[in-house]
């Protein structure tokens, strides 16, 4: 198993450019997560997923959207990049099953610059 | 609104000393409490999961209390070694609505030097 991976690793964009980063997971889990990191604020929930099909604003939806594509796949899409996204972006997955002990497990990370 | 702090925010200790890393949160309505690691450029994993109802977890060196009312959790490490230099971020689980939310703290990073 890969568990979680992301694509980019890395990736710098002007300002107004899009880009579209990507998550899955095979671990056949249900929920799928999109964070960003940012010093001295800690991890932020973007958008979730909490199973195929559906979509929820999380804490910082503003500038981004996404799309379930299947339930492996969830891709962030940044329509126009602003300096103000410049972040690390984690992806995490969920299998939601034993709610009460299950827990989220996380990509590597995408660390994205705009300039 | 939720807010989780964790105190210190860094941390440096010799090999073999015990330690606590601390949280804190401000809402008692949790559903449970997680301890994560974060190394550098990677992602978290998960350490410790705690439930509301219970008081503690426990892995190898490492024990997570939970004390509800008064809104505090505590990781104990013990025997550090350097290989547990790394981030520690907690986060509680909100019950609002019966969807999942994971409120972070910003974390302690911890150096334990051989």
Known sequence: NAGVTQTPKFQVLKTGQ???LQCAQDMNHNSM?????????????IYYSASEGTTDKGEVPN??????LNKREFSLRLESAAPSQTSVYFCASRKRQVESTDTQYFG???RLTVL | KQE???IPAAL????GENLVLNCSFTDSAIYNLQWFRQDPGKGLTSLLLIQSSQREQTSGRLNASLDKSSGRSTLYIAASQPGDSATYLCAVRRTQGGSEKLVFGKGTKLTVNP
């Open chain 2, 12 to 15: 440096s200790v010799p090999e």
């Open chain 1, 63 to 68: 500038g981004y959207n996404v799309s379930r």
């Open chain 1, 18 to 20: 899009s880009m579209t």
């Open chain 1, 108 to 110: 590597p990370g995408t």
């Open chain 1, 33 to 45: 997560y999109w964070y960003r990191q940012d010093p001295g604020m800690g991890l932020r929930l």
């Open chain 2, 4 to 6: 989780v702090t964790q």
